[in-house]
């Protein structure tokens, strides 16, 4: 059971290049969203996807689009990299209707680099 | 806005020292918590969440609503202790787009 796939792991980008970031999840989840790491940042949402077929913004959306192609699989999209996206992204899934107490299952992250 | 915050960015301990790590956070009404622990080479999971009252590998996290605080304890720390941890909060409404704090990294020495 692979639980949360991310690829690529790692990826250098030159500013003004655009690149999609993947995942996919195993666990029939419905919720799907996509975190960067930054130190001294913590975690911040980005995106987030409550079910198939619908998307919304988190709290650092400027920069990225996403894309839930379907249940299983949550795209990130860098349309113009900048410097300020050098970071780690982490994808992650949870079951949904269950309140707060929401377990989220993260992937193994993606190390990008901006030039 | 709810916030989560952890006043410290590292915390270095000895092995079989106690170790807390601070979480405060800011939120209206009584929030579920969450700590998450990011090993070195593996995923970030969570380590143990408010609801539960459990002790997950010695570790224990206490709500006080007056200090509005969710400290991470352990009695005797382990060098295997050694990680990032965060501190997490739920939204008010919805379901798990959680915002975590700047995380803490924990450092046990032999």
């Known amino acids: 059971n692979a639980g949360v796939t991310q690829t690529p792991k790692f990826q250098v980008l030159k500013t003004g290049q655009s690149m999609t970031l993947q995942c996919a999840q195993d666990m029939n989840h419905n919720s799907m969203y996509w975190y960067r790491q930054d130190p001294g940042m913590g975690l911040r949402l980005i995106y987030y996807s409550a079910s198939e077929g619908t998307t919304d913004k988190g709290e650092v959306p400027n920069g990225y689009n996403v894309s839930r192609l379907n249940k299983r699989e949550f795209s990130l999209r860098l349309e113009s990299a900048a410097p300020s996206q050098t970071s780690v992204y982490f994808c992650?899934?949870?079951?949904?209707?269950?309140?707060?107490?929401?377990?989220?299952?993260f992937g193994s992250g993606t190390q990008l680099s901006v030039l | 806005a709810q916030r989560v915050t952890q006043p410290e960015k590292l915390l270095s301990v000895f092995k079989g020292a106690p170790v807390e790590l601070k979480c405060n956070y800011s939120y209206s009404g009584s929030p579920e918590l969450f700590w998450y622990v990011q090993y070195s080479r593996q995923r970030l999971q969570l380590l143990l969440r408010?609801?539960s009252r459990e002790s997950i590998k010695g570790f224990t996290a206490d709500l006080n609503k007056g200090e509005t605080s969710f400290h991470l304890k352990k009695p005797f720390a382990q060098e295997e202790d050694s990680a990032m941890y965060y501190c997490?909060?739920?939204?008010?409404?919805?379901?798990?787009?959680?915002?975590f704090g700047q995380g803490t990294i924990l450092t046990v020495h032999p």
């Open positions: 997490a909060l739920p939204p008010k409404r919805g379901y798990g787009k959680l915002t």
């Open positions: 408010h609801i």
């Open positions: 992650a899934s949870s079951e949904a209707g269950g309140g707060q107490g929401e377990k989220l299952f």
